[in-house]
């Protein structure tokens, strides 16, 4: 038999049980890369936390440490208030071991993912240091932190106590959405200044058929709407965030509650879109604090987590 003659359809159904083969493959791919990314991650934490321990020893090493690691800012808005914070716990962070001290949480806890680590240790005495390192994520579906990639340099005189901060420094990062936000309320303040948001956002339209009907829509909130913290951090417990930072569709929802109004703002590509009262289908999530780290056991298991402070 000529295999050449061989019949079409024959032929037909193993191109299509070829392409299922070959995205699975291709997935397995995937999945076997990225574990192997996260283990490689993992092996990099210790040595990452006693670098950035001993960088701390000395004012000269911190205020180097700060100046190439500028999302610092978002919790230490200057050097010197940098400096003061790391005054109070550098003797404490002083002599940490050169062994990675696996298997004792009280003192030690880790949360790795393929791009980024978490690592909250502690000291001598009552210091506790919280860091993280973010790296960029494949797609642009999350920045990465800027210069060495320190995210967050929290510490405190309890485990409480440095999460806590840890979780300013996450809601400064969104300061200028916030900033955004205020913006579009003192808008509403006023009809010139809705009529002027309402021409100068052709996305709000599709929402609000008309500068009338948007003005209409104004009035009626404009009673509910309070003042609010010019600081983001101040306003966390009546505030959601959603950023969604795609290249192809980014999306950021705030979300504030006021006494009488759940009033949402959506930007698309920096473009306000939507403008209104919330939902129950449009509600932003909060930003979450960061969840307890597991810590492998020896057996290699992850162990459960400790109970959130």
Same mark, same amino acid.
């Given at each position: 038999?000529?295999?050449?003659?061989?019949?079409?359809?024959?032929?037909?159904?193993?191109?299509?049980?070829?392409?299922?083969?070959?995205?699975?493959?291709?997935?397995?791919?995937?999945?076997?890369?990225?574990?192997?990314?996260?283990?490689?991650?993992?092996?990099?934490?210790?040595?990452?936390?006693?670098?950035?321990?001993?960088?701390?020893?000395?004012?000269?090493?911190?205020?180097d440490l700060y100046r190439r690691n500028p999302d610092l800012a978002y919790l230490y808005p200057t050097e010197a208030a940098f400096l003061d914070r790391v005054h109070a716990f550098r003797a404490g962070l002083a002599k940490l071991p050169e062994a990675e001290p696996r298997g004792d949480r009280n003192s030690y806890q880790v949360f790795t993912d393929p791009w980024s680590f978490r690592a909250l240790v502690k000291g001598e005495g009552e210091a506790w240091m919280l860091l993280r390192v973010q790296g960029p994520v494949p797609l642009g579906l999350m920045p990465g932190a800027r210069g060495e990639g320190i995210s967050i340099l929290?510490?405190?005189?309890?485990?409480?106590?440095?999460?806590?901060?840890?979780?300013?420094?996450?809601?400064?990062?969104?300061?200028?959405?916030?900033?955004?936000?205020?913006?579009?309320?003192?808008?509403?303040?006023?009809?010139?200044?809705?009529?002027?948001?309402?021409?100068?956002?052709?996305?709000?339209?599709?929402?609000?058929?008309?500068?009338?009907?948007?003005? #209409?829509?104004?009035?009626?909130?404009?009673?509910?709407?309070?003042?609010?913290?010019? #600081?983001?951090?101040?306003?966390?417990?009546?505030? #959601?965030?959603?950023?969604?930072?795609?290249?192809?569709?980014?999306?950021?929802?705030?979300?504030?509650?006021?006494?009488?109004?759940?009033?949402?703002?959506?930007?698309?590509? #920096?473009?306000?879109?939507?403008?209104?009262?919330?939902?129950?289908?449009?509600?932003?999530?909060?930003?979450?604090?960061?969840?307890?780290?597991?810590?492998?056991?020896?057996?290699?298991?992850?162990?459960?987590?400790?109970?959130?402070?």
């Amino acid at each position: 038999m000529d295999w050449n003659e061989a019949p079409k359809g024959r032929r037909g159904w193993s191109r299509w049980l070829l392409i299922p083969a070959v995205l699975i493959g291709a997935i397995a791919l995937m999945v076997f890369a990225t574990v192997l990314r996260a283990q490689g991650t993992r092996t990099k934490v210790w040595p990452i936390v006693r670098q950035t321990a001993s960088r701390l020893q000395t004012d000269e090493g911190a205020l180097d440490l700060y100046r190439r690691n500028p999302d610092l800012a978002y919790l230490y808005p200057t050097e010197a208030a940098f400096l003061d914070r790391v005054h109070a716990f550098r003797a404490g962070l002083a002599k940490l071991p050169e062994a990675e001290p696996r298997g004792d949480r009280n003192s030690y806890q880790v949360f790795t993912d393929p791009w980024s680590f978490r690592a909250l240790v502690k000291g001598e005495g009552e210091a506790w240091m919280l860091l993280r390192v973010q790296g960029p994520v494949p797609l642009g579906l999350m920045p990465g932190a800027r210069g060495e990639g320190i995210s967050i340099l929290s510490f405190s005189d309890s485990k409480a106590g440095a999460r806590e901060e840890s979780q300013k420094g996450r809601m400064r990062h969104h300061q200028a959405d916030w900033d955004a936000y205020q913006a579009v309320l003192a808008s509403l303040a006023t009809d010139e200044g809705a009529k002027r948001l309402y021409r100068e956002s052709p996305g709000l339209a599709q929402l609000h058929p008309g500068e009338g009907a948007f003005l #209409d829509a104004v009035r009626s909130w404009r009673p509910k709407l309070e003042a609010v913290p010019k #600081d983001i951090v101040e306003a966390d417990t009546h505030l #959601d965030v959603n950023r969604f930072s795609s290249p192809i569709h980014p999306r950021l929802t705030l979300i504030y509650a006021f006494k009488d109004l759940r009033l949402k703002a959506v930007w698309e590509r #920096d473009r306000l879109v939507d403008l209104g009262p919330a939902t129950a289908e449009d509600e932003a999530p909060k930003i979450p604090a960061p969840p307890e780290p597991p810590e492998p056991s020896q057996s290699g298991a992850p162990e459960a987590p400790d109970p959130q402070p």
